[in-house]
T-cell receptor, first 114, second 114 residues
Framework: GDSVTQTEGLVTLTEGLPVMLNCTYQ???????LFWYVQHLNESPRLLLK?????KRTEHQGFHATLHKSSSSFHLQKSSAQLSDSALYYC????????????FGSGTRLLVSP | DPKIIQKPKYLVAVTGSEKILICEQY?????MYWYRQSAKKPLEFMFS???????DNQTASSRFQPQSSKKNHLDLQITALKPDDSATYFC?????????????FGAGTRLSVL
């Protein structure tokens, strides 16, 4: 079945440094949708950005990601971390081969310090 | 105003008892889901419904039974509760159950089984 692998556990950064959270996926389907969801403390997950198009950069709220089907990757980046970026980030995958259900990775917690 | 209402927000239950988690969405969506989040398995897919029909069930145990009395309702009945069932249960919805649709999550029900 479909699976998503993310940077393990906790990533700690100093404010102002770049953010890079890794995400790779496995699916038999050639045209999956990839998502990044963000969950702040005591809140529910919400969509950050999504993509379907190979090699096209998708941006939202200062974050960006590019789907690379050749390497099955969808890494999340931001040029300069802010304190408010501290949250749990989930990479997720959806495709017809998986019955369209959204499969989430294990999540990466980002902690940005002053 | 929250568009996906989950009740109750917190729930404490004793081992062996039965509880029902309520979910109503007012987004006009046709697909609804249950996800479970715990320290052991972040955001684990449980069920998906589309137009009130069960589409996918990834829950191994029959102790978990979804109930859809109306198009915008998807309750979750849990019987013979165990301490391992302790988790936050998120209800979610999407416009349709397709690859590209964004999931919208409710605030969650935090269940503690003693």
């Amino acid at each position: 079945g479909d699976s998503v692998t993310q940077t393990e556990g906790l990533v700690t950064l100093t404010e102002g440094l770049p953010v890079m959270l890794n995400c790779t996926y496995q699916t038999i389907y050639s045209n999956p949708f990839l998502f990044w969801y963000v969950q702040h403390l005591n809140e529910s997950p919400r969509l950050l950005l999504k993509s379907f198009t190979d090699n096209k950069r998708t941006e939202h709220q200062g974050f960006h990601a590019t789907l690379h089907k050749s390497s099955s990757s969808f890494h999340l980046q931001k040029s300069s971390a802010q304190l408010s970026d501290s949250a749990l980030y989930y990479c997720a995958l959806s495709d017809p081969a998986g019955g369209y259900k959204v499969v989430f990775g294990s999540g990466t917690r980002l902690l940005v310090s002053p | 105003d929250p568009k996906i209402i989950q009740k109750p927000k917190y729930l404490v239950a004793v081992t062996g008892s039965e509880k029902i988690l309520i979910c109503e969405q007012y987004l006009g969506h046709n697909a609804m889901y249950w996800y479970r989040q715990s320290a052991k398995k972040p955001l684990e897919f449980m069920f998906s419904y589309s137009y009130q029909k069960l589409m996918d069930n990834q829950t191994a145990s029959s102790r978990f039974q979804p109930q859809s009395s109306k198009k915008n309702h998807l309750d979750l009945q849990i019987t013979a509760l165990k301490p391992d069932d302790s988790a936050t249960y998120f209800c979610a919805s999407s416009q349709e159950q397709t690859s590209q649709n964004t999931l919208y999550f409710g605030a969650g029900t935090r269940l503690s089984v003693l």
